[in-house]
């Protein structure tokens, strides 16, 4: 079952209210909420203030993607915000198996991201510690993209290592994915896509979703 997260860091800024409801009525199974610090990637979205100002606005799970240096002092401000899910960089944790610990411990589910210069090997042995695992399929700071070709095989080993160990988890493709992009991500495992700038400059959202659900 293919899960659609559309993030609203290419939605209008100006009515996020009105852009949540948009996702909502796509029949988009989550909100991917792309955050950055200015530090860890160059650019600053939002922080835990917005979040929570949207979380009456909708029933999704909300899906928040830390792209901060130092993910350990968000980590609670942002499941108190409303946060359901949390994934933090591997190349910004000092301690990974404890910040996801962390995460777990305070009600949410636990994700652990990947940028496209580091190799899976890094978080092979820690899948059984988390509920996602989010490989990166652009440079992470901007939408609008182009996805980088060949990174179906690092989602190819995440899943046969996952399917060895008997896990079912979520794999997150996050980064220039479109309907034609999303076959080959599928196809070697991923089950929750990112959509930004495709969504948002879709002439039907819900017909968009669709289509992306049923183009595997
Ligand atoms: C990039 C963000 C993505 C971005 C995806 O750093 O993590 O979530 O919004 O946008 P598109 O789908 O336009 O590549
Ligand atoms: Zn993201």
Do not use: W
Request: net charge negative; hydrophobic share 45%.
């Amino acid at each position: 079952m293919i899960k659609i997260a559309p993030s609203i860091l290419s939605a209008d800024f100006s009515c996020l209210k009105t852009e949540l409801e948009k996702i909502e009525r796509s029949g988009a199974d989550m909100v991917h909420l792309d955050i950055m610090d200015g530090h860890f990637v160059p650019p600053i979205t939002i922080g835990a203030i917005v979040v929570n100002a949207l979380r009456p606005h909708s029933k999704l799970l909300f899906d928040t993607h830390l792209m901060v240096s130092n993910p350990d002092s968000h980590i609670e401000s942002f499941i108190e915000a409303g946060s359901d899910s949390i994934t933090i960089h591997a190349e910004a944790a000092t301690n990974l198996e404890a910040s996801l610990a962390r995460i777990r411990s305070l009600g949410a589910r636990a994700g652990v991201s990947i940028s496209p210069e580091t190799d899976e090997s890094v978080i092979i042995n820690i899948l059984d510690k988390v509920d996602m695992v989010l490989i990166m399929t652009v440079r992470p700071g901007y939408g609008g993209q182009k996805y980088i070709e060949g990174m179906e095989k690092k989602i190819r080993n995440v899943r046969d290592a996952a399917n060895r160990l008997g896990l079912s988890l979520d794999i997150q493709v996050d980064g220039g994915i479109n309907s034609e992009t999303i076959k080959k991500v599928v196809t070697a495992g991923a089950n929750v896509i990112v959509t930004g700038s495709a969504f948002f400059n879709s002439k039907d959202p819900a017909e968009f979703v669709s289509l992306l659900k049923g183009s595997v």
